[in-house]
């Protein structure tokens, strides 16, 4: 059996596909930006790619069937993960709105993707809806030791929420890549889960402790911080966009921005200060 990273994924699938490779990357060529306009993630992020899309790689199975081992914590460099405060708040742009960044600043880096957009977008990473969760955490840990050594800063797609019932990935995310550092995104003014209008989401002050307490309990007690905040604002004007991230820089006392309205270089700039 061939496994290929799950392009099906983009019109709302999980699990694996078994197909020939020119299929997968017909696929990937016919339909990705679609589904990331149909998501509202509407910069063209091929430009990041010299090559554009790639044919997705084959996955031997015995990638996928081990347990994390705390190794990257030990390693050198940077490990930069987006978290959010719901799912579907944009991980994804934010990530590749920061990888941009650093690649305009040339700086050393890279993005992983975790997800089959960003898969479909940047042709490797971890399909992680598809691994099981004994071996999530061992499959990203396996990603960051392929690439520690090529790059001073990996940047790392989150997936799901550490507030939503129904997901599991962040935290094997967190295990398994040991982040340096954390973003944290969030859709302004958004108060309780889309999904489930009965679980609040707390106050930004108290997410950012929660994350924070987590990803230095799961790396040995390393210090990990919340660098800043990404603010989803599509649904707001720029002027109610620019006042609520004054607001929330305010509340946090971190640097906020919307990434893809204004840059992610505010943000950059705050993770790349304490090398």
Same mark, same amino acid.
């Given at each position: 059996?061939?496994?290929?990273?799950?392009?099906?994924?983009?019109?709302?699938?999980?699990?694996?596909?078994?197909?020939?490779?020119?299929?997968?990357?017909?696929?990937?060529?016919?339909?990705?930006?679609?589904?990331?306009?149909?998501?509202?993630?509407?910069?063209?992020?091929?430009?990041?790619? $010299?090559?554009?899309?790639?044919?997705?790689? /084959?996955?031997? @199975?015995? +990638?996928?069937?081990?347990? =994390? #081992? *705390?190794? !990257?914590?030990?390693?050198?460099?940077?490990?930069?993960?987006?978290?959010?405060?719901?799912?579907?708040?944009?991980?994804?742009?934010? $990530?590749?709105?920061?990888?941009?960044?650093? /690649?305009?600043? @040339?700086? +050393?880096?890279?993005?992983? =993707? #975790? *997800?089959? !957009?960003?898969?479909?977008?940047?042709?490797?990473?971890?399909?992680?809806?598809?691994?099981?969760?004994?071996?999530?955490?061992?499959?990203?840990?396996?990603?960051?030791?392929?690439?520690?050594?090529?790059?001073?800063?990996?940047?790392?797609?989150?997936? *799901?929420?550490?507030?939503?019932?129904?997901?599991?990935?962040?935290?094997?995310?967190?295990?398994?890549?040991?982040?340096?550092?954390?973003?944290?995104?969030?859709?302004?003014?958004?108060?309780?889960?889309?999904?489930?209008?009965?679980?609040?989401?707390?106050?930004?002050?108290?997410?950012?402790?929660?994350?924070?307490?987590?990803?230095?309990?799961?790396?040995?007690?390393?210090?990990?911080?919340?660098?800043?905040?990404?603010?989803?604002?599509?649904?707001?004007?720029?002027?109610?966009?620019?006042?609520?991230?004054?607001?929330?820089?305010?509340?946090?006392?971190?640097?906020?921005?919307?990434?893809?309205?204004?840059?992610?270089?505010?943000?950059?700039?705050?993770?790349?200060?304490?090398?």
């Amino acid at each position: 059996m061939k496994l290929y990273r799950n392009v099906t994924g983009l019109d709302g699938k999980r699990g694996w596909i078994e197909t020939k490779p020119e299929v997968v990357s017909n696929i990937v060529d016919n339909y990705i930006w679609a589904d990331i306009w149909e998501k509202k993630y509407y910069l063209n992020y091929e430009e990041l790619y $010299a090559n554009g899309h790639t044919t997705p790689k /084959q996955i031997p @199975e015995s +990638e996928l069937d081990e347990i =994390a #081992t *705390g190794k !990257a914590s030990s390693l050198p460099g940077k490990r930069l993960l987006t978290v959010g405060t719901d799912k579907g708040i944009s991980k994804l742009s934010t $990530a590749l709105e920061l990888y941009r960044a650093a /690649q305009q600043q @040339e700086i +050393e880096s890279l993005f992983l =993707a #975790t *997800g089959p !957009a960003g898969l479909a977008i940047a042709g490797d990473g971890v399909p992680l809806d598809a691994v099981r969760i004994d071996f999530a955490a061992g499959a990203v840990e396996k990603m960051i030791l392929d690439f520690a050594d090529e790059y001073f800063l990996l940047i790392i797609e989150g997936q *799901g929420s550490l507030f939503h019932p129904g997901s599991t990935a962040t935290l094997p995310l967190i295990r398994g890549c040991q982040p340096t550092d954390l973003v944290l995104v969030h859709r302004a003014g958004q108060k309780h889960l889309l999904d489930f209008p009965d679980i609040p989401i707390p106050p930004l002050t108290e997410a950012i402790e929660l994350h924070e307490n987590l990803a230095s309990a799961a790396g040995i007690f390393r210090e990990v911080k919340v660098k800043g905040i990404a603010l989803d604002t599509t649904h707001l004007s720029q002027v109610n966009a620019e006042e609520q991230i004054k607001t929330v820089t305010e509340e946090t006392g971190l640097p906020c921005t919307d990434v893809v309205r204004f840059g992610a270089e505010k943000l950059l700039s705050q993770v790349m200060s304490v090398l």
